[in-house]
């Protein structure tokens, strides 16, 4: 007799075939009622629940990816792979939620230009299909822009990371927001003083410190008004003024440094600046605005964080400063 002990699932050793046959029927269709005999997970009894029996805020799937068209400024239409995260609120009595039916509700829409009212659509869709009270999706994906040199004429494509957010509560209100990253160039006053002051004391050539900075902005619409992705870009450039660039020549390198040296800005003026220009925009409802400038005199990062100060919305309640380094 042979020692070896028998295998489930392959041949032993000694030749013994395994327990149990696998194979993958290619040929296999599944029929209307065969479909209808697969076992649910959504059927199972009450006492079926693991763990307390209290709902869940949100369930559902995230960064499941799509090719989506979205609209510029000018019109013209955009393909753009988009990462998606779309959830649920689930009721305490329910096992779960059948979540590919989230996927399939956004497919049923993929080839249509995705908009913040065909958010709405979707969430309104997939809300009837699982049964639920409230419900959220978020489409994250990089947004180009043609941006010209500073002195050469020269273009080149700026990329921005834009995520469009849909919520819909369980109060039927739908909302609206979005969140824009913007990366600048942030020269230090302080240091900028004190190299001229070396200059002008001592004849001491130095160079004031600055860095690559980012500006994360989260805002919510206003009810029946759109801000475009340009526009929100457009803020940030007026507020800042020193993007960082894409395309240079000598001319727009030495352009860069004057430019700096026009506009130097702590963190606290970068937040300040910014809070001015779009809480002139009434098409913004409500903004929450982070900055991290990631220095090159420290080994930390300095960092602010400012809100609109509407009542019941967003606060400065951010702490992510990590996503901010660029």
């Known amino acids: 007799m042979s020692n070896k002990k028998p295998m489930y699932l392959h041949r032993s050793a000694d030749g013994q075939p395994p327990r149990i046959k696998r194979g993958y029927d290619s040929a296999f269709r599944a029929s209307k009622a065969y479909r209808a005999s697969l076992p649910d997970m959504m059927d199972v009894a009450h006492d079926a629940l693991l763990g307390a029996n209290v709902p869940i805020q949100q369930v559902g799937v995230s960064n499941f990816k799509l090719p989506l068209k979205y609209r510029t400024k000018k ?69 180009p822009v043609l941006q010209e040199s500073l002195r050469s004429g020269l273009h080149g494509y700026q990329y921005y990371d834009v995520s469009f957010e849909g919520v819909m509560t369980s109060d039927g209100e739908y909302r609206r927001y979005i969140d824009f990253d913007f990366v600048y160039s942030s020269a230090c006053p302080c240091s900028a003083e004190l190299s001229e002051h070396a200059r002008d004391t001592r004849g001491v050539y130095s160079v004031p410190h600055s860095q690559r900075s980012k500006a994360r902005i989260i805002l919510e619409e206003a009810a029946g008004r759109k801000i475009w ?6 803020h940030c450039i007026r507020a800042l003024s020193t993007e960082t660039q894409v395309m240079v020549k000598r001319e727009d390198e030495q352009a860069f440094a004057e430019l700096n040296g026009a506009h130097l800005k702590f963190v606290e003026d970068a937040a300040r600046l910014l809070y001015r220009e779009f809480d002139g925009d009434r098409r913004i409802k409500d903004f929450q605005i982070a900055c991290a400038h990631l220095e090159s005199l420290h080994s930390h990062d300095a960092v602010s964080v400012i809100c609109k100060g509407v009542k019941g919305g967003f606060t400065a309640d951010f702490q992510d400063f990590r996503s901010l380094v660029c």
């Open 229 to 234: 992705i340009e526009d929100v870009r457009a």
């Open 75 to 143: 019109g013209d239409i955009l393909t753009l792979e988009t990462s998606i995260t779309g959830t649920v609120s689930l009721e305490a009595e329910l096992k779960g939620i059948n979540m590919s039916r989230i996927v399939r509700s956004f497919y049923d829409h993929k080839d249509q230009v995705f908009t913040g009212e065909r958010m709405g659509t979707i969430l309104r869709a997939y809300l009837r299909k699982v049964d639920s009270k409230a419900a959220r999706l978020k489409v994250s994906f990089s947004y």
